[in-house]
């Protein structure tokens, strides 16, 4: 196996990926697509909001944290299926030319019930900007594989 | 003012989105930009998996969810700004040419503490397939602009 299993994980190790740099362009892409709302879409109107001035959507933000745990120190044979996610805050906003970092610790491992071949890792991910300021943060439930298990 | 404001807003009150359909090309664009794991990419590896075929990343499905409530019945005058999300599950995998519909309940209203012109608006999100079957659920705190109040 090439990526990470189960059994490799330890509750409280650490480890932070390398930085996301997010465009202006990519802002208002992925808002146009997902999260129509004018303070995304346009920037006088973001000016004008509480924003003042063009943020990103929460989700796009989300979804960088994503391609940062995929494509990070953190990868798993087989990947890591999500189960849920509590606690996800945004707060601060995500401004066109932020190089965001992510930073994920492990909370706690169990064995999946109905799945022998699977363990569950807790995860909080910390999503931080230039200025080591959090732009999002959630705790996360995850599948991934045991190297050892029979059956599914 | 043409969107809705917090006076508009009832507790209890329903509201449902028009459907979404999802393409096998959006699952694996979104996936090649956030989620970047074989099962949201690769048919085979897709097969092969826990999912048992093709599954769009859970932060596309939540992003789905997103444009539908951007561009639903229950529209913002100044938009919803996003301050806290829980409670996010996924119980079922969302499959390409699958067609999404939303549901949003409004569970709680109260002023924001430290904005006057806004009230804060706790809602049920609930995205459903054309099965009826449950892909995302979660419930999220939104800020909403108050036609009454001064100051921001």
């Given amino acids: 196996?090439?990526?990470?299993?189960?059994?490799?994980?330890?509750?409280?190790?650490?480890?932070?990926?390398?930085?996301?740099?997010?465009?202006?362009?990519?802002?208002?892409?992925?808002?146009r697509q997902y999260d129509v709302q004018a303070f995304h879409l346009d920037r006088a109107a973001a000016d004008a909001s509480l924003f003042g001035g063009l943020a990103a959507s929460g989700w796009h933000t989300a979804a960088i944290a994503m391609h940062l745990f995929t494509t990070g120190p953190m990868r798993f044979e087989d990947g890591a299926i999500g189960l849920a996610v509590d606690e996800l805050r945004w707060p601060t906003a995500v401004r066109p030319g932020d190089a965001m970092r992510l930073e994920t610790e492990i909370l706690e491992l169990r064995p999946s019930r109905s799945k022998p071949r699977f363990g569950v890792v807790r995860i909080r991910n910390i999503l931080r900007n230039q200025k080591n300021e959090t732009v999002l943060s959630y705790i996360a439930s995850a599948m991934v594989r045991r190297r050892s298990g029979a059956g599914n």
């Fill in 1 to 31: 196996m090439n990526g990470l299993a189960f059994e490799d994980l330890k509750v409280g190790q650490r480890v932070k990926s390398e930085r996301y740099h997010v465009t202006e362009e990519a802002i208002l892409e992925f808002a």
